[in-house]
């Protein structure tokens, strides 16, 4: 009997202008079940990505090298710049003994490696990769959001909140390592969905031949390259920092179960025992295996070592033999180093940090931090006789402090509608939040959220997206719909406009500093 169908195939949010006459609803029926077809306007849709590229990449390198603390790195830069400084003059591994263990992998600093070669040892040097990290999450945000929505619209308006926003903003003008994780984590979450769009387009395929009841467990799949690519761009988010795993798992559980809701909604006779039989097997080889051999590449340079830090720890501190490559053994043993370095990294054993914040307080950004602050003399021309500048990592207000109610709609959707874009949209932002809850006195950062922002910019749009109106929706209804929609990002805009002097280190005035400074919680703690 054929399964009922899905909440996504509804007629795509937004992708006609207000006021034109919707085409006739497509049934229910037969291929229609596996969801709708991508959005047609191809041309509009990369020009779109084009603009708002570009406007991406003035926004995020706009004065780029300042400031800098009298021309050395600020805040957490002044630990991965000087190491990716290390990298170029020593083959690609640190060096400098004054780092007793260097505790995140290499390949984020590899690439900020790469700035400082092109652009030499200054501010914008060490920040243009991780500017241009910062550019190309705002374009995958826009594709991807574009198939989710089956919207051009909302794409583009997903790119804007992005650059709106301004803990992306700051983050990706950071020689820090959270821009290159949030560029890999966005990036597998567009081959993610892709390959499920893929997978359907098959099984339509399938549905069309009359094929599908051949097997009560349904067709094979064949190679799927999407979730192979998937699987390389997690390995090299771990590369990046190991808070790459959280998406691992729950990209690995997404994956699975799209697969299934997949051959039911194909009319497959035992959906479930064919995931397991089918798909399973498959999944684990592509987002287990293939990251752990992703995340070992970006080793490459310590493995060709002589000198890198436990490369030939057996010999040295470890004994025996063993089947297992002598470097993996090292490598194993410098991770179990690194592991206790992160154990012990809590608030008992190192004191408060006086940014320090915990996970409930990421999700509306209560508890922002400062990069840089400086004052007195030393800075001129806020057009006062003093003068202060600062760097803020703060998230728009105006998109993050209704983050609460987005996240609530996206949970009755996902569990009332079973509408699958909200689903992978909380599984996106739940890996990146919830495994902070399990040990609570650790140390903890507001930069941590840098790569779930793209999903709450994704469920900000979605929710948009319902504020608009479907394509059946009256005239007076979608118009309503848009004037409320362009009131809101037009509030994100000015807001993000507001804070750009405490985003970019310009001087202002003592009084303009504390108008910046909305809640207690953003102020410095004793």
Not at 308 to 318: F, K, M, N, S, T
Not at 466 to 488: C, D, I, P
Request: glycine content about 12%; hydrophobic content about 50%; some cysteine.
């Amino acid at each position: 009997m054929p399964s009922r169908p899905e909440q996504e195939d509804e007629p795509g949010t937004g992708n006609l202008p207000v006021g034109d006459v919707p085409p006739p609803r497509r049934p229910a029926t037969g291929t229609a079940l596996l969801g709708s077809p991508p959005p047609t306007d191809r041309l509009r849709g990369w020009l779109v990505t084009i603009v708002l590229g570009a406007i991406a990449m003035a926004v995020r390198f706009a004065g780029l090298g300042h400031p800098t603390d009298g021309g050395t790195p600020v805040f957490d830069e002044k630990h991965y710049v000087p190491q990716a400084w290390q990298m170029l003059r020593n083959g690609g591994v640190e060096d400098d003994p004054g780092f007793a263990l260097v505790v995140h992998p290499p390949l984020a600093k590899q690439l900020i490696a790469v700035g400082e070669w092109l652009f030499d040892y200054n501010g914008f040097g060490w920040r243009a990769s991780a500017a241009f990290a910062g550019v190309l999450t705002v374009v995958l945000l826009i594709r991807v959001t574009r198939r989710l929505t089956r919207s051009t619209l909302l794409g583009g308006i997903a790119g804007i909140l992005l650059i709106c926003d301004g803990l992306s903003h700051v983050q990706s003008r950071m020689g820090m390592l959270d821009a290159f994780l949030a560029l890999t984590v966005t990036a597998a979450f567009t081959t993610l969905v892709r390959d499920r769009d893929d997978v359907r387009a098959r099984l339509a395929v399938v549905m069309l031949e009359g094929r599908i009841a051949d097997s009560p467990y349904g067709p094979r799949l064949g190679f799927r390259w999407w979730r192979l690519a998937t699987g390389v761009l997690l390995g090299l988010g771990c590369g990046v920092k190991w808070s790459g795993l959280y998406w691992v798992a729950g990209f690995g559980v997404l994956v699975v179960l799209w697969d299934m809701a997949a051959r039911r909604a194909a009319g497959v006779e035992r959906p479930l025992r064919g995931t397991i039989v089918r798909d399973l097997g498959p999944a684990l080889w592509a987002l287990l295996l293939v990251p752990l051999l992703a995340y070992l590449s970006t080793w490459w340079a310590w493995f060709g070592s002589e000198t890198a830090y436990d490369r030939h720890a057996v010999g040295e501190r470890l004994t025996g033999t063993s089947i297992i490559p002598d470097a993996l053994r090292g490598l194993w043993s410098y991770g179990g180093e690194v592991l206790a370095f992160h154990d012990g990294l809590t608030t008992q054993a190192a004191g408060v940090h006086p940014w320090e914040s915990k996970p409930w307080a990421w999700p509306m950004g209560l508890r922002p931090m400062l990069y840089y602050y400086a004052s007195g003399s030393q800075v001129t021309g806020c057009g006062g006789t003093e003068c202060v500048s600062a760097v803020m990592l703060i998230g728009t207000p105006a998109l993050w402090w209704p983050a609460l109610a987005v996240l609530a709609f996206s949970l009755w959707r996902t569990f009332a509608r079973f509408d699958w874009r909200y689903a992978g949209v909380l599984f996106g932002y739940g890996s990146g939040i919830l495994p902070w809850f399990i040990n609570i006195d650790r140390q903890m950062y507001f930069f941590y959220m840098a790569p779930v922002v793209p999903f709450l910019v994704i469920a900000t749009v979605l929710v948009m997206g319902e504020v608009l109106g479907r394509a059946g929706a009256s005239k007076e209804r979608r118009q309503t719909g848009l004037l409320v929609v362009g009131l809101w990002i037009g509030v994100i805009v000015a807001n993000f406009i507001w804070l750009w002097p405490i985003l970019v280190g310009q001087p202002i005035t003592p009084a303009m500093w504390e108008a910046q400074l909305w809640l207690p919680s953003w102020r410095q703690q004793s």
